[in-house]
C-alpha cells in the first residue's frame, strides 16, 4: 500500500479563493509526522506545515492550514485567498517512527495553478 | 544564510564520470538526508545519515553510489560512472534530531543540485 497518497495530479484554483490539496496516509505507528512543502517551478523545497499524530489542535502557518482526520488517516492542506505565487508543485510527506530513527516519504505531488 | 547549503547547484557530467554533490545542513542540524527526484516524480529517500555514521541506506543503489557525513565537512553523495539514467535533482534535507515536534521532526531542504548526464 502507498504510504502517502496525492490523488489530484492538479488544480486550479481562482486568485483569492481557497482551495484543498488531498492527502491521506497509511501507517500502524501511533507516533508519525506530516508535512507539506511547496515546490515552485524554480525548484526548491519549501516548508510549509507540520502537523504531529499527538497533536491535539490543527496545523495553521498563516494562509496554510491543515485539516488533520486521524480516524480517516488525512491530512489535507488549505490555502485561503490564493495568490499567483502559489502555483506550484505541492507534496504530503509523512515521517514514521521514533526513538531514533526518522524516516520520511513523499506523496508524487499536486500541481496547483492559480488563476488570475 | 543559516539554510541548508548544497553544491554545485548544475552539474554535467559525461557518462563513466563521476559526480560528487556536497551538502552542508543548517546550523544545530546532525542529521541529513538525501532524496533524487527524477523529472515529474516526486522525492525518493536515498540515505540518511548522522556524523560518521550512515544510518539507513535502504534507498541508495548498492553500486557506483556512496555517501558520508564525516566529523568535519559537508556531507558527499558520490556517484562513480555515472549513466544517463542518473540525471535527476539531488536534494540534501537536514533535521535538528529525532524525536517529535515541529522543531525537532521537520527537515529543512537545500536548493538541490540538478545532476545532467550527457
Known amino acids: 500500500a502507498q504510504k502517502i497518497t496525492q490523488t489530484q495530479p492538479g488544480m486550479f484554483v481562482q486568485e483569492k479563493e481557497a482551495v484543498t490539496l488531498d492527502c491521506t496516509y497509511d501507517?500502524?505507528?501511533?507516533?508519525?509526522?506530516l508535512f507539506w512543502y511547496k515546490q515552485p517551478s524554480s525548484g526548491e523545497m519549501i516548508f510549509l506545515i507540520y502537523q504531529g499524530s499527538y497533536d491535539q489542535q490543527n496545523a495553521t502557518e498563516g494562509r496554510y492550514s491543515l485539516n488533520f482526520q486521524k480516524a480517516r488517516k488525512s491530512a489535507n492542506l488549505v490555502i485561503s485567498a490564493s495568490q499567483l505565487g502559489d502555483s506550484a508543485m505541492y507534496f504530503c510527506a509523512m515521517r514514521e517512527g521514533w526513538g531514533g530513527y526518522q524516516k520520511v516519504t513523499f506523496g508524487i505531488g499536486t500541481k496547483l495553478q492559480v488563476i488570475p | 544564510n543559516a539554510g541548508v547549503m548544497q553544491n554545485p547547484r548544475h552539474l554535467v557530467r559525461r557518462r563513466g564520470q563521476e559526480a560528487r554533490l556536497r551538502c552542508s545542513p543548517m546550523?544545530?542540524?546532525?542529521?541529513v538526508y538525501w532524496y533524487r527526484q527524477l523529472p515529474e516524480e516526486g522525492l525518493k529517500f536515498m540515505v540518511y545519515?548522522?556524523?560518521?555514521?550512515?544510518?539507513?541506506e535502504s534507498g541508495m543503489p548498492k553500486e557506483r553510489f556512496s555517501a558520508e557525513f564525516p566529523k568535519e565537512g559537508p556531507s558527499i553523495l558520490r556517484i562513480q560512472q555515472v549513466v544517463r539514467g542518473d540525471s535527476a535533482a539531488y536534494f540534501c534535507?537536514?533535521?535538528?534530531?529525532?524525536?517529535?515536534?515541529?522543531?525537532?521532526?521537520?527537515?529543512?531542504f537545500g536548493p538541490g543540485t540538478r545532476l545532467t548526464v550527457l
Open positions: 546550523k544545530g542540524h546532525s542529521h
Open positions: 501507517t500502524s505507528d501511533p507516533s508519525y509526522g
Open positions: 545519515l548522522q556524523k560518521e555514521n550512515i544510518i539507513d
Open positions: 534535507a537536514s533535521s535538528r534530531q529525532v524525536t517529535s515536534g515541529r522543531e525537532t521532526d521537520t527537515q529543512y
